[in-house]
């Protein structure tokens, strides 16, 4: 008896140890949770006091150039709103050009004056074309929206959800046709049509985003391609430009109708 009874108590000083141990274990990470907490609440003030500086120095560059201010399709501050600005983690050689700076999470930032230059650029390029001669390839669900709009206020053919294989390469297909410009959402995920249209030596309009290559895009038109409000204001923006240039008699919806929750949004002050 004496023998079981002094078993029992160095089971009950294992448990005992065991125990202090797991509380311990706890507690250390208590503490480290803690500094992960600070340190992400460190980094979103540093990221967010870094947006409102980037406001403020575009705001200033764009003030000290009346002429360009002038010539903005939109104030400065829609484009923020509409995160046309905000790249990806990865910056491509091809992208590298149009990238202002990149932010402390890591995020490239876009040259937005660039963008608005860009824009104008793209638009210029999408003027060449009539209606008819143009197909737009948009697989990404973001840009379905903006996409269907814009086709329905410029008469443009569009291709959403499924790019079907070989209705620009092979005439024995039924839906063959023929186009003189194929405009992409983005080079990697819109990449068989960037290929067919390569195949048959059409030329490409390309939205690419900072991780995009731009190995057969004709014409690039830099942004970011992963976000409904930026590609609902750069579809805004070509719809306008497009039908006052081709003289299409017809209203252009608002960008509210592109984007929605457009005046719910916020820019960074």
């Not at 002094?6 to 503490?31: P, W």
């Not at 400065?76 to 932010?103: F, Q």
């Not at 737009?136 to 206020?153: I, P, S």
């Not at 249209?197 to 038109?221: Q, W």
Request: hydrophobic fraction near 35%; charge should be neutral; proline fraction near 5%.
């Amino acid at each position: 008896m004496p023998r079981e009874r002094k078993t029992e108590t160095a089971k009950e000083k294992e448990i005992k140890e065991k125990t202090n141990e797991q509380v311990s274990e706890s507690e250390d990470k208590k503490k480290k949770l803690a500094k992960l907490l600070e340190k992400a609440k460190a980094l979103e003030g540093k990221v967010r006091g870094e947006e409102e500086e980037e406001l403020e120095v575009l705001k200033k560059r764009v003030k000290g150039e009346e002429e360009e201010k002038k010539d903005m399709l939109v104030p400065i501050e829609d484009y923020l709103k509409a995160s046309i600005h905000l790249g990806t983690r990865v910056i491509t050689p091809d992208m590298r050009p149009y990238v202002y700076r990149r932010r402390a999470d890591g995020l490239a930032v876009f040259n937005t004056a660039m963008l608005d230059d860009e824009l104008k650029a793209g638009a210029e390029y999408l003027n060449k074309f009539n209606p008819e001669d143009i197909i737009v390839v948009c697989k990404r669900e973001a840009g379905w929206k903006a996409v269907k709009l814009f086709a329905k206020t410029t008469g443009i053919r569009i291709f959403t959800k499924k790019y079907p294989a070989g209705i620009l390469t092979n005439p024995n297909l039924d839906d063959f046709f023929e186009t003189g410009l194929v405009f992409i959402c983005d080079p990697w995920v819109d990449k068989n049509a960037l290929h067919d249209a390569n195949k048959i030596r059409v030329p490409v309009l390309g939205i690419c985003d900072t991780n995009n290559y731009t190995d057969g895009v004709t014409k690039i038109i830099p942004g970011n391609n992963k976000s409904a409000k930026s590609l609902g204001i750069i579809f805004y923006l070509l719809a306008k430009l497009y039908v006052e240039a081709k003289g299409i008699k017809t209203d252009v919806p608002s960008v509210r109708d592109f984007i929605d929750g457009w005046d719910e949004l916020v820019p960074p002050k």
